[in-house]
C-alpha cells in the first residue's frame, strides 16, 4: 500500500490536480511559439534553470535516504572531485587574457565506493557575461583545454559534473570561473 492514489495518477491532467499549475505536455508557449513549454512553464522562465540539475537532486536525495537505512559500506557515495588540484566544493577562480589557452585540471577525482566514473565539462552560458564564448578543446582523463577568442572579454563560468555508476548515480559539480581581460 504506497498511499498514491494509482487510478487518478493515471488521469491526463493528474499534474494539475496535485499541484495546481496547468499541465498540457505538449503545449507552446503563447509569447513565443518556437519555446516548446513544459507543464506550461516556458524554457525562458525562471524555473528552467534547476530542470538540468533535477536528476542529480533527486538521486543525491535518495542516496541520503539509503545513508538513513542501510549501512555505509552498502550505500552509494558522492564521488570526490578535484579541480585544478583544490579539494573541496568551492568555485576556483583563474584569470587569462584574450587569444590565450588555459587547462583545468581534473586528474585527482576519485570515488569512495571505488565505482566507475565519467566526467562532463559544459559552460554556463546563464552566469557568464563574456563578449564571445571560449571554445572547448581537447578533453581526455586529466582533463580539458580551452582557447580565447581574441574578442573576449569578461567572466566565463565552466561547470564539471563527475557522475559515478553507483546505485542511485551520484553528480559531484565544480565550477570554474575564468576572468578574461586585456
Not at 538521486?59 to 579541480?83: E, I, S, T, Y
Not at 565506493?113 to 552566469?127: I, K, V
Amino acid at each position: 500500500m504506497s498511499g498514491i492514489d494509482r487510478e487518478r495518477q493515471s488521469h491526463p491532467n493528474y499534474l494539475s490536480h496535485v499541484t495546481g499549475i496547468p499541465c498540457n505536455h505538449e503545449t507552446r508557449d503563447r509569447r513565443n511559439p518556437k519555446i516548446l513549454s513544459v507543464w506550461d512553464i516556458s524554457l525562458r522562465d525562471a524555473r528552467a534553470a534547476v530542470w538540468r540539475w533535477r536528476s542529480s537532486f533527486h538521486n543525491d536525495f535518495a542516496a541520503r535516504m539509503d545513508w538513513g537505512v542501510k549501512a555505509p559500506d552498502q550505500a552509494n557515495h558522492a564521488p570526490q572531485v578535484v579541480l585544478n588540484g583544490e579539494q573541496g566544493t568551492h568555485v576556483v577562480d583563474l584569470k587569462a587574457k584574450p587569444s590565450e589557452s588555459f587547462r583545468l585540471s581534473s586528474a585527482r577525482i576519485s570515488d569512495p565506493d571505488g565505482n566507475p566514473f565519467r566526467q562532463t565539462w559544459n559552460g554556463y552560458d546563464e552566469a557568464s557575461d563574456q563578449t564571445a564564448a571560449i571554445k572547448m578543446g581537447s578533453v581526455d582523463s586529466h582533463g580539458i583545454a580551452f582557447a580565447i577568442p581574441p574578442t573576449s572579454i569578461g567572466r566565463a563560468h565552466v561547470v564539471f559534473a563527475v557522475t559515478d555508476a553507483g546505485d542511485p548515480p551520484l553528480t559531484c559539480y565544480r565550477r570554474a570561473v575564468v576572468e578574461i581581460s586585456p
